[in-house]
């Protein structure tokens, strides 16, 4: 069972940056791949992007390539999000979430956080 905090969320204007933190505590089956995910109210929850255990492999949303960056703490149990140029429809929850199968889908995922909210003004 794992536990996922995120923290970094806040209100930000168009064109500027947040870092997004999430850290994992609790015991693992096995290694994992930690994404992010977000959500707006009414609308189901969309990828974002994920890293894998060594942070040797990464996968974004086409609709954040190029703006928004992952990376892994020493420790491997934290991971980042760099979002550089945001924009309002990047306004949503962002979930932190784990997975034991390198992946883009929620339904692979087994462990969530409890989401902190990005904000984005235009």
């Known amino acids: 069972q794992l536990q996922l905090v995120e923290s970094g969320g806040g209100l930000v204007q168009a064109g500027g940056s947040l870092r997004l933190s999430c850290t994992a505590s609790?015991?693992?089956?096995?290694?994992?791949?930690m994404g992010w995910f977000r959500q707006v109210p009414g609308k189901e929850r969309d990828f974002v992007a994920v890293?894998?255990?060594?942070?040797?492999?990464?996968a974004y949303a086409d609709s954040v390539k190029g703006r928004f960056a992952l990376s892994k703490g020493d420790a491997k149990r934290t991971v980042y999000l760099q979002m550089n140029m945001l924009k309002p429809e990047d306004s949503a929850v962002y979930f932190c979430?784990?997975?034991?199968?390198?992946?883009?889908?929620?339904?692979?995922?087994?462990?969530w956080g409890q989401g902190t909210q990005v904000t984005v003004s235009s």
């Open positions: 890293i894998s255990w060594l942070g040797d492999n990464t």
């Open positions: 979430a784990t997975t034991y199968r390198f992946g883009t889908t929620a339904n692979l995922y087994n462990f």
């Open positions: 609790g015991r693992a089956a096995s290694s994992y791949a």
